[in-house]
C-alpha cells in the first residue's frame, strides 16, 4: 500500500494499493487522482514510459516512499535517468541515495545539477557513480569516443552508449553493483 502524505502536516492525501498504483497510466493520472481531479489522462506509449514517468514524478517531488515502491516493480537503471536528473536537481538527497542503490545511472546533467547544489554529500556520491559509469570512455582532442573495452570508436557518446549497452553488457552490469 502506497500513501502520499504531505510533508509539513503529515495528513494522508492519497493511499493506493500496489495494483493501484500499476493501474496508473502515467503521472497525470497521479496528480489527477492525488488531487480528485476528473478528465482522462492520456495513455502513455508503453507500461515502461508510465514507470520512468511515475517514478519521476516521486523524484522530482523528493518522495521516497513512493520512489521506493516505484522501484520495487522492477525500473531499470535506463528508465530511472531523468528522474534521478530531477532529483538532483530538487537538491532530494535521500532519492538519490535510494536510486543510486537501486543501480541508477547517473547523467552528465544530474551529475551538474548535484554539483552545483552545494550539497557535499549529494556531489560526493553522484560524483562517484558517474566516474564509474565513465572510466571506461575515452574523448579524443577531436570529439570522437572510445570505448574502453574493446576500443572502438564513435563520433557521440550516445553511440557508444548503445554500444556499451548491446556488445559489453556484463561489464556495464558490475559497475551498477
Not at 496508473?24 to 506509449?45: I, W, Y
Not at 516493480?73 to 532530494?92: D, F, Q
Not at 556520491?125 to 564509474?132: A, D, I, K, L, T
Not at 570529439?143 to 550516445?158: A, D
Request: charged residues 25%.
Amino acid at each position: 500500500m502506497l500513501q502520499i502524505r504531505n510533508a509539513l502536516s503529515g495528513d494522508v492525501l492519497l493511499t493506493l494499493t500496489t495494483k493501484e498504483l500499476l493501474g496508473l497510466d502515467d503521472v497525470n493520472a497521479l496528480k489527477a487522482k492525488r488531487t480528485g481531479g476528473g478528465g482522462v489522462a492520456p495513455r502513455p506509449a508503453s507500461p515502461v514510459d508510465a514507470a520512468r514517468e511515475l517514478v519521476s514524478y516521486a523524484a522530482v517531488e523528493g518522495d521516497v516512499q513512493v520512489a521506493g515502491q516505484l522501484l520495487e516493480t522492477g525500473v531499470s537503471a535506463e528508465e530511472m535517468l531523468c528522474a534521478v536528473e530531477g532529483a538532483c536537481a530538487g537538491g532530494h538527497i535521500d532519492v538519490v541515495r535510494l536510486m543510486l542503490q537501486a543501480g541508477a545511472c547517473v547523467s552528465r546533467q544530474a551529475w551538474t545539477s548535484a554539483m552545483d547544489s552545494g550539497d557535499l554529500e549529494l556531489s560526493r556520491m553522484v560524483n562517484e557513480r558517474f566516474e564509474e559509469r565513465h572510466k571506461n570512455r575515452k574523448r579524443s582532442a577531436t570529439g570522437m569516443w572510445t570505448c574502453g573495452y574493446c576500443q572502438k570508436v564513435f563520433k557521440s557518446e550516445h553511440y557508444l552508449d548503445l554500444h556499451l549497452e548491446r556488445k559489453h553488457p556484463d561489464q556495464e552490469l558490475e559497475l551498477r553493483l
